[in-house]
């Protein structure tokens, strides 16, 4: 069956970048869509982008002057960086694969990974 | 604040039939379908409904999705102690050109 694992530093310090690896097992980087999400503490979810079969790139607006989403063909993994972090970036990081059709008439995110903690902090 | 309106929270008795709305626009759940996540505490989110009504496999058909105009609902029947969870609605959004989700609904099993 498909599965996510995230991976990276779980502590950054303020206004370095943040960089999270996700790793994808039982499916392409080849095809879908893959996205990452996260979660502050005791708060709701947040889009934040995602990287195309095609390798096209969407990025929530309050976030994409900061963000940087790719992919590692020969691992099968993508990506994600988050530049000049502040405290209000510590969450949880979730990657998930997004399965949608081009017109984006439906888009879902049908297989997520456990997620990783990232806290930013001096 | 979030793009789409969910309540903060909602209760029913095991056995009830308890329903979570999620308000949009036109540019969202107006034009796009709506999936729906829950989240057990400690846990990632898991796919409940997608396309408006469809379920994954493994999801019990206690579980239900509608939607009408701009808006769209989860429907639980036959409530158990295992569905105390947040749940998530989200759809993709024309405007924003990205994927936008509710603030969440918790749900407490009494």
């Known amino acids: 069956q498909v599965q996510l694992q995230e991976s990276g530093p779980g502590l950054v310090k303020p206004s370095e970048t943040l960089s999270l690896t996700c790793t994808v097992s039982?499916?392409?980087?080849?095809?879908?869509?893959w996205n990452w999400i996260r979660q502050p503490p005791g708060k709701g979810l947040e889009w934040i982008g995602y990287?195309?079969?095609?390798?096209?790139?969407k990025f929530n607006p309050s976030l994409k002057s900061r963000v940087t989403i790719s992919v590692d063909t020969s691992k099968n993994h993508f990506s994600l960086k988050l530049s000049s972090v502040t405290a209000a970036d510590t969450a949880v990081y979730y990657c998930a694969r997004g399965i949608s059709k081009v017109d984006k008439s439906y888009f879902y995110m049908d297989v997520w990974g456990k997620g990783t903690t990232v806290t930013v902090s001096s | 604040q979030s793009v789409l309106t969910q309540p903060p929270s909602v209760s029913g008795t095991s056995g009830q039939r308890v329903t979570i709305s999620c308000s949009g626009s036109?540019?969202?759940?107006?034009?796009?379908?709506v999936n729906w996540y829950q989240q057990l505490p400690g846990t990632a989110p898991k796919l409940l409904i997608y396309n408006d009504n469809k379920r994954p496999s493994g999801v019990p058909d206690r579980f239900s999705g509608s939607k009408s105009g701009t808006s769209a609902s989860l429907a639980i029947s036959g409530l158990q102690s295992e569905d105390e969870s947040d749940y998530y609605c989200?759809?993709?959004?024309?405007?924003?050109?990205?994927?936008?989700f509710g603030g969440g609904t918790k749900l407490t099993v009494l």
């Open positions: 036109s540019s969202n759940i107006g034009s796009k379908t």
């Open positions: 990287i195309s079969y095609t390798r096209s790139t």
């Open positions: 039982g499916d392409s980087i080849d095809n879908n869509y």
């Open positions: 989200a759809a993709w959004d024309d405007s924003l050109k990205g994927q936008v």
